[in-house]
């Protein structure tokens, strides 16, 4: 499992497309930035916060729609998953890797971009406080764990199915939240709140609104970090036997 | 006593009502050049699917090594090629080091070896922008990374020149030779098998219905003397009459001969003695192909 992790670090890291989109994606935002910076009042010590909650808005889908794409599609657009199981890797070190690679990859994307964005405010005479920084982190592990909770769930697709431009347009309708939108008013229908109520707080964006609104005031998110500790454990069984019962396809 | 590499019993897959392998059972030993000949959708992918851990079996049982316990771990053993996959974006030594990476493998000069080997050292542009040719000497490296003793191949040499041909089936050999690996190979360029395999399987309809050697087959498949001349029936009483042969099929006044191939000179001279005009007098043997075909009673590989 760790001579794999290692070997997918290598790939992405070889991976010159990579370079290219997260140059653009930083040459974009400074844009951006540089542009917003000259409307209005300007920007302050806490514009910062503003920005970050629009940028984090859509930063899962961009920027984690292309770590989910690069991690699991590419494995399917190259047939690698034949080559793994082929050398008889066994298929939940596989799916489980997948999880630590997502991780660890969103981890470092969704960790520098705090980091860049102090840059350039900095630049911009408004350098942030340490407690917009704070408040821009909590937005990035955020980011992080949508990212890895919707790649964890579309991998189920991605064993189970094995297409790739179906598990892509999944991914994208569970980080913009369609789909999250569309299951809240089911279960906001009279019939399901007669019988259960509340639920749309226990599905992943509610899960992750609620981490973020416990980190923001100080309040106790380890209940529902064990929620969403199980949420990410189920998905990763559903997959492991997704991809038990279906063949590799060629 | 040779060593079983591989052996399977009653291996069986089943898709719904289609059966695509019935109770292969097929043995692999130490330093066979396995040629496994079938035609499209006979079964041969699905066999080596099942073998590799790519499909799950319906029934029947897999032995690597002489074990059918952790499949997962034995088939560490294997190198194989089954289409060559490979990231498009990463050159030949990338794809290589990846691949290396997983199998544990550290010896930097495995990866330069290999490039040598199929002759892609310094090559340097991605997987995405490779011949057919390029793609299959690729593959055909990553089977061979590590040394393993068992190597599997489907179809290696589909697409490639007759250059790239000759390269592969050199390489072949000279793995087998060098290092002892065993292969199994699939392809339907069966006169090309028929150069490089020691032993071959016939497999139909899901049906492995031959295990061979190579010189057994060449015993099966005799040579006959074909003859053409300007009079068919004269050129049969004179074989008959001088010679005693009775096992000859007449077309015409092209005549083939079963017995008595190492006569062709003797032959030629009583033809031409009671004035025979001979075109043709050429020993002829069975091909790889007919023998399929006779076989298998089909039309195409």
Known sequence: MFNYIKGEIYRLLNKKSMYIFFGIFAAVYILFALVNSRMGD?????????????????????????????????????????????????????????LVLITLFSAVVFGLIPLVMTAVFAIL????????????????????????????????????????????????????????????????????RGIAPNLDKHLMTGITDRIEQGLTSGQPVILIFIEYIIYVAVALTLSVLAFHKKELEF | ??????????????????????????????????????????????????????????????????????????????????????FPYLNPKQNLEYLAMIKGITDKGEIERLLKLVQLDGVKKPFKAFSMGMKQRLGLAAALMGRPPIVVLDEPINGLDPQGIADIRNILQLENEKNGTTFIVSSHILSELDLVATRFGFIEQGNLVKEISHTELHEHTKKALVIEVDDGQKALAVLQSKFGITDVSVDGNKLVLESNVEKSNVIARALFNEGLELFRLSPQETTLEEYFMGLVGGQNV
């Open chain 1, 42 to 98: 300007g920007y302050n010590s806490k514009s910062i916060i503003d920005h970050a909650y629009e940028l984090f808005m859509f930063l899962p889908v961009v920027l984690g729609g292309y770590l989910f794409g690069s991690l699991y599609n590419d494995d399917l657009t190259s047939k690698n998953l034949t080559t793994l199981v082929g050398y008889g890797l066994s298929k939940l070190k596989i799916v489980l890797s997948k």
């Open chain 1, 125 to 192: 005479g408004a350098a942030p406080t340490a407690a917009a920084l704070g408040t821009v982190y909590i937005k990035a592990f955020v980011a992080l764990l949508t990212t890895v909770a919707f790649s964890a769930l579309t991998g189920i697709v991605v064993y189970g199915l094995q297409r790739k431009t179906f598990a892509m347009v999944l991914y994208v309708l569970l980080s913009f939240g369609i789909i999250s939108q569309l299951i809240s008013m089911l279960l906001n229908s009279d019939i399901i």
């Open chain 2, 1 to 86: 006593m040779k060593q079983t590499m591989l052996k399977t019993h009653g291996l069986t897959k089943k898709y719904g009502q289609f059966t695509a392998l019935n109770q292969a059972s097929l043995t692999l030993e130490q330093g066979d050049i396995y040629g496994l000949v079938g035609r499209n959708g006979a079964g041969k992918t699905t066999f080596f699917k099942c073998v590799m851990g790519l499909a799950k079996p319906t029934a029947g049982e897999i032995e690597i090594g002489g074990s059918s316990a952790n499949l997962n771990e034995a088939r560490q053993q294997i190198g194989f090629m089954i289409n060559a996959a490979f």
